[in-house]
Every structure is written in structure tokens, then in C-alpha cells.
């Protein structure tokens, strides 16, 4: 019958904008220290990821991302306390979910 399912999971307050392509690029500002490596690695245009990042921002209440311009040792970016603590619930509730799915697909489509 059937042997396989998707889900696809996002958190928010109004507009569903915080899912898992949002954690991808937040997780690779974390680990390149800048929005735009983190564009460039998900072949993604900065344009679409600003644009990303502030919906998510204004819907969430909170800034996920500080940056700073140029200067003496260059630019950079850093995810802010929240969105570290946003990143790791999210995993948190993304685990347990599809724990619970995958129990409820074997059950429901698996047992035969």
C-alpha cells in the first residue's frame, strides 16, 4: 500500500516563516560567522535570505540574527541568545514529533 510519509513542520505566532529551511541558514551563519557564506553554501540568493530572516523576525518578535559592517576586522554575523534557544527547542519538538509519527505511521499503515 503505502511505505512512505513526509511532514513538514513550522513554528509561529501568525505567519508560519520559521521551519526547516530558516534553521539550515541560521545554523550555517553559526558555523561561517556570516549570512552571506551561509547563502552562497545553500545556493541561495542574500536577497531571498534577508527577506527570510526579517519575516521571520517581525512574526517571531525577536531578532535571530546580529551583524556588523566592515570595519577593521571585517563584517560578521552571530545568531542572537534567542534564536540559539529557538534553534534547540525547535530540534527538541521536531525529534519528538517524528517519533510520534513514525509510531503512528507503522501502526496505521505498516501492520498489515
Same mark, same amino acid.
Given at each position: 500500500?503505502?511505505?512512505?510519509?513526509?511532514? +513538514?513542520?513550522? @513554528?509561529? #505566532?501568525?505567519?508560519?516563516? /520559521?521551519? +526547516? *529551511?530558516?534553521?539550515?541558514?541560521?545554523? *550555517?551563519?553559526?558555523?561561517? *560567522?556570516?549570512?552571506?557564506?551561509?547563502?552562497?553554501?545553500?545556493?541561495?540568493?542574500?536577497?531571498?535570505?534577508?527577506?527570510?530572516? #526579517?519575516?521571520?523576525?517581525?512574526?517571531?518578535?525577536?531578532?535571530?540574527?546580529?551583524?556588523?559592517?566592515?570595519?577593521? #576586522? *571585517?563584517?560578521?554575523?552571530?545568531?542572537t541568545a534567542e534564536a540559539k534557544?529557538?534553534?534547540?527547542?525547535?530540534?527538541? /519538538?521536531?525529534?519528538? @514529533? #517524528?517519533?510520534?509519527?513514525?509510531?503512528? /505511521?507503522?501502526?496505521? /499503515?505498516?501492520?498489515?
Open positions: 500500500m503505502v511505505k512512505k510519509y513526509d511532514m +513538514k513542520i513550522r @513554528v509561529f #505566532n501568525e505567519d508560519p516563516y /520559521f521551519g +526547516k *529551511g530558516v534553521v539550515y541558514l541560521l545554523e *550555517g551563519v553559526e558555523k561561517y *560567522g556570516s549570512v552571506l557564506q551561509s547563502t552562497q553554501a545553500m545556493k541561495m540568493a542574500p536577497s531571498k535570505a534577508y527577506k527570510i530572516l #526579517n519575516r521571520a523576525e517581525k512574526d517571531l518578535g525577536f531578532k535571530l540574527v546580529d551583524s556588523q559592517t566592515g570595519g577593521k #576586522n *571585517g563584517g560578521g554575523s552571530s545568531l534557544e529557538l534553534i534547540r527547542r525547535y530540534h527538541q /519538538f521536531v525529534d519528538e @514529533v #517524528n517519533a510520534y509519527a513514525n509510531k503512528a /505511521f507503522e501502526r496505521c /499503515f505498516l501492520d498489515e
